[in-house]
Nanobody
Framework: QLQLVESGGGAVQAGWSLRLSCAAS????????VGWFRQAPGKERAGVAV???????TYGASVKGRFTISRDNAKNTLYLEMNSLKPEDTAMYYC????????????????????WGQGTQVTVSS
């Protein structure tokens, strides 16, 4: 069973930056079929940024150009660099991984992912 632990969330002002981390409990190819999602109160969980089966990145439209997903294979850790934060970025952020890495037509769909962390809260004030 793969366990994922997020950290790095916090309360910041609009325009600031944060870096989230997601540590995997055991060796896994942290560069494919993993990603970041977020869920705001009353809204569905939405894909933010993922590495697909080929290791290519896909970003949600609202974060493209501001957020960057990266990984450190040696540390089994996934990162999300968030710049120019906006109040609408306020949400619980989760990292996730597929149990069976495969190509999917919608890599940002939360339903494709099986392992989830407990989440880290990001709050952006105006």
């Amino acid at each position: 069973q793969l366990q994922l632990v997020e950290s790095g969330g916090g309360a910041v002002q609009a325009g600031w930056s944060l870096r989230l981390s997601c540590a995997a409990s055991r060796y896994t190819n942290i560069g494919v079929c993993v990603g970041w999602f977020r869920q705001a109160p009353g809204k569905e969980r939405a894909g933010v940024a993922v590495f697909d089966r080929s290791g290519s990145t896909t970003y949600g439209a609202s974060v493209k150009g501001r957020f960057t997903i990266s990984r450190d294979n040696a540390k089994n850790t996934l990162y999300l660099e968030m710049n120019s934060l906006k109040p609408e970025d306020t949400a619980m952020y989760y990292c996730a991984a597929m149990e069976r890495c495969r190509w999917v037509p919608r890599p940002l769909a939360a339903s494709e992912y099986n392992y989830w962390g407990q989440g880290t809260q990001v709050t952006v004030s105006s």
